[in-house]
């Protein structure tokens, strides 16, 4: 936490401007860094399963065309012996 606590009474715009929520930190101590990067984390996740973005939406497909490709891939593999090398 700041040496001076006056700090902590100022007003930070980024945060209240994206509605994101806004620790204290210390480095020297570790206090709140873990829940800092624990609420990140989640809030991350929660944005990327809920966005309505349309670049998101983009990534999405692109992932999941991109999983049905791998899983056929591994199906013909599968269904395709590996040959033999010949006897010397």
Known sequence: L???MK???KS???ARKFNLPFYFVS???G???VK???DAIELAIAYKQNSGDFMDEVMRELESFDLQKKSEDFSETE???EEKPPSA
């Open 27 to 29: 480095a020297a101590d």
């Open 31 to 33: 206090t709140n860094v």
């Open 12 to 14: 930070f715009n980024f």
């Open 2 to 4: 700041p040496a001076d």
């Open 36 to 38: 800092l990067f624990n």
């Open 7 to 9: 700090v902590t009474q």
């Open 79 to 81: 269904n395709c012996p």
